[in-house]
């Protein structure tokens, strides 16, 4: 059996754990909004056609803020298209998707929804097809108070009270030739510059993300963010982030090691931005935003070139396994232990598309394995990320060369004494026996093992069978005042719960 030690120590504190960390994103592709959060005719919906049973889940599965409208369709998306009487709204061709977009949820929808959901909007602007002024127009129509043209054609629609939208994307993936309106990072930069210093005009408590490079695949990342920043640091509060990964032919091993590949993904946007800061002179220390992030099989999507025009057609809906959750799980656990430059991030998507959720026409929603994780972590990740010395044992792949075994992360709650301890065994064969020293901590009580994985990592869950790969609660193999120890089986995903005293250590503010 393999073997992990770490320890734990309550003074060395990474930063609090940010909760936009646990941020969704709701596309209008596929069946994501028609279909998924909206559907009048299901007999879940509520009178404004916005599924119970989805609002629920996304409760459930702990979410705070989500990114809307897009994703590459916001790059040809006109708002106003999205807003007023429902019946006089028109029915576009959305060409990123080649859907027929209806209209039918725009604005308005979707922050009923972020109410009924409880999670905060972000919203993304098109800067592909339009420019400054629409931007402008947006902020205005959601943010300002009223006696202007926007703000009052908003209170005639129904809302006299600001939609008070804090978070805004400038654009999608401007750096992809696939998206409407692509530009080179200089143009970019220029435009999101501009844009951003008029939008502040009209708000100046909003939050703005730069588009980053779409991955770090990329041949321009690194560059792209170099030069966008050059223009856009002093006037944007993040810079995006965005990764899908998926296991290449039958390399379980890299694909295991999907977090590693996301770590250093970070790694080199923060050097970038702290470069760009240093030139500036600056102090700042820019946030992140890791606005799209999942496991997503691309070599399933044929694309949609030929596809006949309809209205939400079905795609890319994933049946993720508990191998695509163990992944998922630990890629969560790298965005929470770059918690103090990860600002925002967004498992893309929420339902449907790539999504721990899924819905069916006349059909209760239910949970893909992707989601436990997920919920799990938004759950119990509490207080502060903890700065862990890992003792693993290594192994080699190809895609990252020599990368750790076991995989840990730790939270603890000063004020509750609670700690949470996520753990990955990358191992497809063997067991890691992990072995928790608790250093600083007294009074601990080790409250439960959670496993996710070990036997079966191809299980699904589906639509007849939802809840046939569920976490199992496990053995805690040795309780000691010192220490504790717990399996971890091959390729699993695991939480382990302490309870210890509550104190305030490294924060000043006494028992
Ligand atoms: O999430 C699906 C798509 O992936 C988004 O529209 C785009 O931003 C990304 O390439």
């Known amino acids: 059996m393999l073997t992990c030690h770490v320890t734990l120590d309550p003074a060395f504190i990474i930063a609090p754990v940010e909760r936009r960390l646990f941020g969704s994103f709701i596309e209008h592709m596929g069946r994501c909004v028609y279909g998924g959060v909206f559907e009048p005719n299901h007999p879940e919906s509520d009178p404004d056609g916005l599924r119970r049973d989805v609002v629920d889940l996304t409760k459930e599965l702990g979410i705070t803020v989500v990114r809307y409208p897009g994703g590459n369709f916001v790059s040809g998306y006109r708002w106003e298209d999205g807003v007023g009487p429902a019946a006089e709204r028109p029915v576009r061709l959305d060409l990123a998707w080649r859907s027929i977009e209806t209209n039918a949820f725009g604005l308005a929808e979707f922050m009923t929804w972020c109410e009924r959901a409880n999670v905060e909007p972000m919203m993304a602007i098109n800067l592909g097809t339009r420019g400054i002024q629409e931007a402008c127009d947006l902020v205005e129509y959601a943010n300002h108070p009223g006696g202007t043209y926007w703000s009052d054609l ?17 654009g999608n993936e401007m750096d992809g030739s696939w998206q409407i309106g692509h530009k080179d990072a200089g143009a970019y930069g220029t435009l999101a510059t501009e844009c951003a210093k008029a939008m502040r005009l009209v708000d100046p408590t909003i939050r703005l993300v730069l588009c980053g490079s779409s991955s770090a695949a990329m041949p ?18 993040y810079i995006s982030l965005h990764s899908y990964f998926e296991p290449i032919g ?36 820019l946030q992140l935003s890791f606005d799209e ?24 809906e994933d049946e993720y396994t508990v191998r695509d959750a163990v992944v998922v799980g630990n890629l969560l656990m790298t965005l929470l232990r770059h918690a103090d430059r990860i600002g925002i991030a967004c498992l893309a998507q929420l339902v449907n598309v790539i999504a721990p959720i899924r819905a069916e026409p006349d059909e209760p929603a239910w949970r893909q394995t992707t989601f436990y994780p997920f919920a799990l972590t938004a759950r119990y990740a509490q207080g502060d990320v903890l700065r862990l010395e890992i003792d693993t044992p290594r192994y080699e792949t190809k895609q990252y060369g020599g990368v750790p075994l076991t995989d840990v992360v730790a939270t603890r709650d000063a004020h509750s004494g609670a700690v949470a ?37 191809a299980a699904t869950n589906n639509q007849s069978q939802p809840m046939l790969a569920v976490p199992q609660a496990s053995e805690v193999e040795n309780r000691n005042p010192e220490d504790c120890t717990v399996t971890l089986p091959p390729e699993s995903w695991n939480l382990i719960r302490l309870s210890t005293a509550s104190t305030n250590f490294g924060r000043g503010g006494g028992i």
């Open 421 to 457: 301890i996520f753990a990955v065994n990358r191992s497809q064969t063997e067991s890691t026996l992990l072995q928790v020293a608790f250093g600083g901590l007294s009074g601990v009580h080790v409250v439960e093992h959670i496993t996710y994985g070990g036997d079966h990592p």
């Open 154 to 170: 908003r209170a005639e629609h129904g809302h006299p009270k600001p939609y008070a939208i804090k978070l805004w994307c400038l």
């Open 250 to 285: 039958d390399d379980v091993a890299s694909y295991l090691a999907s977090a590693h590949g996301m770590d250093s993904f970070i790694d080199g946007v923060i050097a970038t931005a702290d470069h760009i800061a240093a030139k500036k002179h600056s102090p700042r220390k």
């Open 220 to 237: 321009t990342f690194g560059s792209w963010e170099t030069t966008a920043l050059d223009y856009a640091f002093d006037y944007v509060d």
């Open 293 to 316: 992030w999942n496991v997503w099989y691309t070599q399933r999507f044929a694309g949609r070139n030929n596809a006949e025009w309809e209205s939400a057609p079905r795609l890319i």
